[in-house]
């Protein structure tokens, strides 16, 4: 099976840097995701890391360890609109490339 | 394109009764996968549909099944509703995915269907 653990809520102030973590377990990983999810929303896609490092679009960003079985999403410049859970998703190939969801990290974004 | 598409938006139903939720997947998109979420749980996979057989499921009972068309448009029923059941059903498409990973084959979601079970 899988475990991901991911913080449960996290607060930033406008303009800030935040960096949420995620840990897991997995036979046979096969690539990371982080989706966000605004209350009453569908999750939306923000992220892919399948290789060791780091990938940058725009304001955030996500790091993979495969090694440590670690990742983290790095969201810079935050604003309000970003006040949603931050969900990080594996896919295992052992698992017929099934994805799993953590349980998400709530991030409130003050002024 | 479109995006992926679930009806109906909201439902109430009686303990003891059944539904059927709908999933229209993105054109092209082969593979259609179901959550449910729930504010205590998160998200949890209930299974996945490829080319109309069933390829992955999760850890709920039997009262929980899907089906998949030739047009890859989904059907999850959920029978005998317990008050638990209560939660947003999420359906999410993708590309098929075998062998090692080497492009990003994100999962696209619906809206959900919010199924409220009194």
């Known amino acids: 099976g899988q475990n991901i653990d991911q913080p449960t809520e996290m607060t930033a102030t406008e303009g800030a840097i935040v960096q949420i973590n995620c840990t897991y377990q997995?036979?046979?990983?096969?690539?990371l995701f982080w989706y966000q999810q605004h209350a009453g929303e569908a999750p939306t896609f923000l992220s892919y890391?399948?290789?060791?490092g780091l990938e940058e679009k725009g304001r955030f960003s996500s790091f993979l360890s495969r090694s440590k079985g670690y990742s983290y999403l790095l969201l810079k410049e935050l604003q309000m609109k970003d006040s949603a859970s931050y969900l990080c998703?594996?896919?295992?190939?052992?698992?017929?490339?099934?994805?799993?969801f953590g349980g998400g990290t709530r991030l409130m974004v003050k002024p | 394109k479109a995006g992926v598409t679930q009806t109906p938006r909201y439902l109430i139903k009686t303990r003891g009764q059944q539904v059927t939720l709908s999933c229209s997947p993105i054109?092209?998109?082969?593979?259609v996968s179901w959550y449910q979420q729930t504010p205590g749980q998160g998200l949890q996979f209930l299974f996945e549909?490829?080319?109309?057989?069933?390829?992955n499921k999760g850890n709920f009972p039997g009262r929980f099944s899907g089906r998949q068309f030739s047009n890859s448009r989904s059907e999850m029923n959920v029978s005998t509703l317990e008050l638990g059941d209560s939660a947003l059903y999420l359906c999410?498409?993708?590309?098929?995915?075998?062998?090692?990973?080497?492009?990003?084959?994100?999962?696209?979601f619906g809206q959900g269907t919010r199924l409220t079970v009194v």
């Open positions: 998703a594996v896919r295992d190939r052992n698992a017929g490339n099934m994805l799993t």
């Open positions: 890391n399948v290789l060791d």
């Open positions: 549909y490829f080319s109309e057989t069933q390829r």
């Open positions: 999410a498409s993708s590309l098929p995915l075998s062998g090692v990973a080497t492009m990003n084959t994100e999962a696209f």
């Open positions: 997995t036979s046979g990983f096969n690539g």
């Open positions: 054109s092209g998109h082969r593979s």
